[in-house]
């Protein structure tokens, strides 16, 4: 089992910057990609960032390609995401998300087996 703890969201301006960090604990040594969602009022989880554990390769939805960026320290066993150039329709809570076995469905929630308690990110216009 993994453990999740997300930090760093917060309320924002548009144009504004936030880093969200997940720091993973326990059987870490079976990571193989991290991923961030969020989730909306009224709507459903929807897939924001992956990065691989090993290879550091990253993927991101189209709404947030060239805004925000995924990194990790293998060394802390965490994962960042940098948002930049927020909107407020970037408002939701995000959540980390471990996977610990290969697959090619990184933007599917399925896909992952250990998710964090979410934090929540507002940015207001």
């Known amino acids: 089992q993994v453990q999740l703890v997300e930090s760093g969201g917060g309320l924002v301006q548009a144009g504004g910057s936030l880093r969200l960090s997940c720091t993973a604990s326990g059987r870490t040594g079976s990571t193989y990609r991290m991923g961030w969602f969020r989730q909306a009022p009224g709507k459903e989880r929807e897939f924001v960032a992956a990065?691989?554990?090993?290879?550091?390769?990253?993927y991101y939805a189209d709404s947030v390609k060239g805004r925000f960026a995924a990194s990790r320290d293998n060394a802390k066993n965490t994962v960042y995401l940098q948002m930049n150039s927020l909107k407020p329709e970037d408002t939701a809570v995000y959540y980390c998300a471990h996977n610990s076995f290969p697959s090619p469905y990184y933007r599917s929630p399925g896909s992952y087996d250990n998710w964090g308690q979410g934090t929540q990110v507002t940015v207001s216009s």
């Open positions: 990065i691989g554990w090993s290879a550091g390769n990253t």
